[in-house]
């Protein structure tokens, strides 16, 4: 089974976004998307119908949660560069 192509989209949208001038979105706009993320691959995994599927999507809400506290950490501490 391939990988999921939206953070692959996602991707290629914020660099089209930057090359026409606008504004990096925030770590605050960031973190919601994560949240948004989370919860849709936390439902997605509720409704597997095969383990592989429910794995799969549990894995891609425990990256996106991941994100998310980093994103948080980041917003936490802006002038730390680490």
Do not use: F
Not at 33 to 48: G, K, S, T
């Amino acid at each position: 089974m391939s990988e999921d192509p939206a953070p692959t989209r996602a991707w290629a949208v914020l660099a089209s976004l930057r090359a026409v001038g606008e504004q990096d979105p925030t770590t605050e706009t960031l973190r919601i998307d994560q949240l948004r993320r989370e919860e849709a691959e936390r439902d997605r995994a509720a409704q597997a119908t095969t383990e592989p599927e429910e794995r799969a999507a549990e894995r891609r809400a425990d990256k996106a949660a991941y994100l998310r506290e980093k994103l948080e950490e980041q917003a936490a501490h802006p002038d730390d560069p680490g």
